[in-house]
């Protein structure tokens, strides 16, 4: 009778496991909800990596598993049900409403809808628009110009004037900061005005070389490597053509940008990684050394400020600014299996950060990914920014890259890589570029390499590799199916491999 009672009582425990959707789907529906995996295992009471492994094939057992179908089917009801309001809301429309004229006007910040149509900057017909903070027309057939001359004055002044903070006002220095002119000015035009095409002058600058030294590749190519600063000045200024931006050349610098000593560094932390894993799991494990194509070109696409920065107190972000902050960063608790996104720093306490530093903490640390506690902002040097600044000057120097992998042309490869290298290099206090002094611009730079290559390593841990190491600005090393997350090849895009060894026994 016992044993039978005992079967009895495990027949009444059994019962059949929650069905789960597949992995794709479990981390799809926690996505779509802008859910971190922080946030889920906290409410399931497990660690985030235990979700990670759900999401990725891994099934749970027991009462977590319940717990786990739970949340996906209410997660899956919940998205139906606004996925149905959204279709109500834009039913309107698909019978034949018109859409909001706000909405369907380019989706910048800089671009605002007028109550009142104002005189056009270039033209001085009235404009229903104005873009950065000027009334022009967006469509070039309504304006009056095609071609904005650099040279003519404006009906308003083109200068970008960020909003006054409350700090102390500083004298302009003399010396090489105080240079003339003040900067490189730039008539404001439409978002959509096209220029006339930049001309060629890196292939120019190459048949010439080659030509001048008889097709001697060795020295052709030496001697493009050594023009390549006033070479990327130059394409710089043809590429800021028609840009609607005044740039300032020569700003006054806070103390903070500026040496401490003859020799030594300024304030400002880059966030360079140094970091490995400290511990694999027990076996023998094959570790492939990526190559990251191009960090410093893909870098030129970041926030960068235009004018003098400004200084501001307070623990707020302004997105339409861009500069420095000294801030004290969160607790980084994931240092077992990702690198610490402000690199690899020893002191604690608060430290001075440039701008894609701080973004990147802003969003790891938001609802989305939950991986940190926001960073707390002392104070700011600041001014007006714009992400797509080098836009032009970047997809030039790309679109040069890819041609000479495509054909082979290594004179041409070498040239380019100095030039944006040598360009970002040469920002600061160099006696090699005297036309542009930005060293707020040369760290924006650097730190936006370096969060690039974090969010690369983040991407590979999310899809279910072993990031073994991150240095500098290009070196990734992982274990694991690493194609089916990255592409293998010389594209900025895409990476190569550096090296392939064995670790663990």
Known sequence: MTDFGAIDALLAQARKEVPLPPAEERRTLREELNLSRTQLAQALGVSPSTVAGWESGRDPSGEVREKYAYFLEGAKAKLAAETGESAEEALPEELGAEPDAELSADQDDDVDTLATPRPCVLCGQPARHQVAGFPQHLDPAECGTDE???????AAPARVEPQRSQGPRHPRPSGRQGHAGGGVKVVPVGRRLKTADTPDLIGSAVAGALAEHSGDVEAATKALVKRAIPDAMALLDHSRKGGRYEVVAHPWLPDVLRKQSSRGPDLIWEARPKWARSE????????????????????????????????????????????????????????????????????????????????????????????????????????????????????????????????????T?????????????????SNYNRELYRTDWMHLIRSQAFANLWWKAHRAYDEGLMVVRAMGTDELHVIGDWRAVFTEGRGVTEVKVKDVYTVGT
């Open 280 to 411: 694999l799991p027990p076996g023998e494990h094959e570790v492939t050394a990526l190559d990251v194509n191009g960090a410093y070109l893909s870098a030129l696409k970041t926030h960068l400020p235009l004018g003098q920065l400004e200084h501001s107190t307070g623990n707020h972000h302004n997105p339409r600014r861009a500069g420095v902050h000294l801030i004290t960063p969160s607790d980084w608790d994931h240092d077992a299996y990702l690198p610490n996104p402000i690199g690899s720093r020893d002191e604690p306490g608060p430290l001075w950060v440039t701008e894609a530093t701080l973004r990147l903490l802003l969003r790891i640390s938001g609802p989305k990914y939950g991986l940190c506690d926001p960073p707390e902002i002392h104070e700011s040097w600041t001014s007006g920014a714009t992400e797509g600044l080098l836009e032009k000057f970047r997809v030039a120097l790309k679109d040069a890259r890819d041609r000479a992998i495509a054909e082979d042309d290594e004179v």
């Open 148 to 154: 904005p001359a650099r040279t003519t004055e404006p």
């Open 413 to 429: 490869l070498e040239y380019v890589k100095a030039m944006y290298s040598k360009f970002v290099s040469t920002l600061g206090e």
